[in-house]
């Protein structure tokens, strides 16, 4: 193969794949989950009782034993630090200063666990294990996302 | 039983940029010099095609239409996995050990320089509507992991920094490897937190490149070249999506260990395998996997590489080829990679690193983030 070894002599075509205008459906399980936190400010998960675990977020069927699940369960909005890790760059590379901590949070033993941010807190301050609660917007402000949650805060 | 080996292997060089080729072009590179290495004629003698690929990672939507002419396939059987190229490799070992085919090829390559928003295309494989909304650098998600591991199994973060070095110092003894560097462990661990305790220096750099295998049936595979590698055992699965559902214990890769070594016959795994090549994207991930694949107790792998275990001169050598550390993530075609320096080693043609007399390798994918699923493949020599 004979190739281009003058670097002024490569050419490119700059292009744009567009992939942002979609409509997700939140589905059965994401309606009873969204609506509940925008109406209630609660946050539901979905219990398999014979494997005896609950799903949040909640779905409809259960990834062990594939029932359908129906069994909706108010997990509260206190958990616990199952991991989390201090991010110090966004998606562009540019520093993050305050960085941004970000955790999964475990509400029990049982229970899957759910991905979100924390604040109200320093980074060198935090620790698996730490508890901490859900910090809502004003209901006002709620629309039906999982960013109606702000984030995780420690209990004081 | 019919047998799988693999008779041809061809490739392009891996660079982080390479921007005089298009993506068709490096697929034709590597395709004309796996050809020529099984001695065949793509238009005659293969009967499938199989490629693996992404259409994001490409930029272009129904990727598998673009396939055949690059590969010598036009108006022939072929069809694209969309995912790592060990998956299009047990694929190709199906059609052959099913007696459906006797001669197949299977593609996977990386042009991920022509991509310019790596982290917003990672981003759209996050859950649209629980994950994607919470923003950020989608490699936090390894941050996350990483602590968890290190938590549940005692591994410190210097074992981790210890992988890096490693691999990179392995890439330098690698002419395919971009990304070789002799670096101390101080020099990870001083590089940038950027998801902690995840450094700068743990995560690969991309890279772009293509490799194309060929296989076939053993007994033909005898007759075309006498340096055959048997393809022994493939396995593979997929954990659940949700991130908040998995642990920290790569369950994915014991699964896809466990079909691959009955199908080998492999039952003590740390005695019976020679070399391993396995998915090291972020460096703690060699160890965890390592651990899963049973080729370390839980929480023993950090300290085995410690003793040098891993390195070259090590009981089991892991990631000789630099790892994606050290040859960098060519995305789709990480599992090909893994296997290609499998693949050299028992051919006895890996130069500055060849092992003395290797007779079964592991090679072991994993589709990156943020999803839990991957693949593992046993080479055997021919006796
Ligand atoms: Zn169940």
């Known amino acids: 193969m004979e190739k281009i070894s003058k670097p002024t002599e490569i050419k490119h075509q700059l292009g ?37 675990v609950t799903y949040i977020p909640p779905r409809i069927y259960c990834e062990e034993c ?53 604040g109200e807190v320093e980074p060198e301050e935090v620790y698996i294990g730490m508890e901490v609660e859900a910090v809502l917007k004003p209901k006002r402000e709620r629309e039906g996302k999982v960013t ?3 984030y995780f805060r420690p209990i004081k | 039983m019919r047998e799988v080996s693999i008779v041809g292997i061809g490739y392009t060089s891996f660079s982080p940029v390479t921007p005089d080729l298009s993506w068709k072009e490096l697929m034709f590179e590597a395709a004309t010099r796996a050809y020529a290495d099984a001695g065949i004629d793509p238009r005659k003698d293969v009967q499938s095609f199989i490629t693996c690929a992404e259409d994001y990672w490409e930029g272009f939507s129904i990727f598998d239409e673009f396939t ?5 396939a036009a108006l022939r059987l072929m069809h694209t996995v969309a995912g790592d190229g060990l998956l299009g490799l047990a694929n190709a070992y199906m059609q052959i050990k099913t007696g459906l085919f006797d001669i197949v090829v299977v593609e996977a390559h990386s042009k991920i320089s022509d991509l310019l928003t790596y982290e917003d295309v990672l981003m759209l494989a996050f859950d649209p509507i629980y994950e994607a909304p919470l923003g950020g650098h989608p490699h936090y998600l390894a941050g996350l992991e990483m602590r ?20 990179k110092w392995n890439a330098l003894r690698n002419p395919l490897a971009p990304y070789g560097a002799a670096i101390a462990r101080e020099d990870v661990l001083s590089s940038p937190y950027l998801f902690a305790p995840l450094k700068k220096l743990e995560i690969a750099p991309l890279v772009d490149g293509a490799i194309v295998l060929v296989l076939a049936e053993g007994e033909l595979a005898r007759r075309l070249t006498d340096k055959a590698v048997l393809l022994e055992g493939i396995g593979w699965s997929s954990e659940s999506p949700w991130v908040g559902t998995r642990l920290p214990d790569a369950r994915y890769a014991r699964l896809a260990a466990e079909l691959a ?62 790892g994606s550390l050290g040859m960098g993530d060519a995305v789709e075609a990480g599992g090909l990679q893994r296997a290609l320096e499998i693949i050299l080693q028992l051919r006895g043609e890996a130069g500055a690193r060849q092992l003395p007399d290797p007779e079964v390798g592991l090679a072991m994918s994993w589709r990156g983030l943020p999803h839990g699923s991957g693949a593992v493949a046993i080479f055997r020599r021919e006796a």
């Open chain 1, 16 to 52: 744009h794949m567009e992939v942002d205008h979609y409509h997700y459906t939140v589905g059965l399980a994401g309606e009873r989950f969204f609506t509940a936190l925008r109406e209630e400010g609660k946050l539901l998960g979905a219990r398999c009782e014979s494997c005896g």
């Open chain 1, 66 to 118: 594939f029932a359908e699940l129906d069994e909706y369960v108010d997990l509260g909005l206190e958990g616990e630090v199952r991991s989390f890790t201090i991010a110090r760059i966004d998606r562009d590379g540019r520093p993050l200063d305050p960085p941004e901590i970000r955790a999964l949070i475990s509400f029990g033993e049982d229970t899957t666990d759910l991905l979100h941010l924390l």
């Open chain 1, 148 to 150: 109606d949650i702000r």
């Open chain 2, 68 to 72: 055949p002419d690059q590969l010598g």
């Open chain 2, 148 to 167: 968890e591991y290190l938590a549940w199994t005692g591994t410190t973060e210097e074992e981790c920094a210890a992988v890096a070095v490693k691999n």
């Open chain 2, 261 to 322: 070594y009955a199908q080998a016959g492999i039952t003590n795994p740390i005695q019976e395998i020679d070399l391993a090549e396995v998915d090291d994207r972020f460096a703690y991930k060699e160890l965890q996997h390592l651990e899963a694949l049973g080729l370390a107790r839980p929480g023993e792998a950090g300290q085995l590489l410690l003793e040098g275990a891993f390195d070259l001169d090590g009981q089991l050598p892991v990631n000789l080829s630099g």
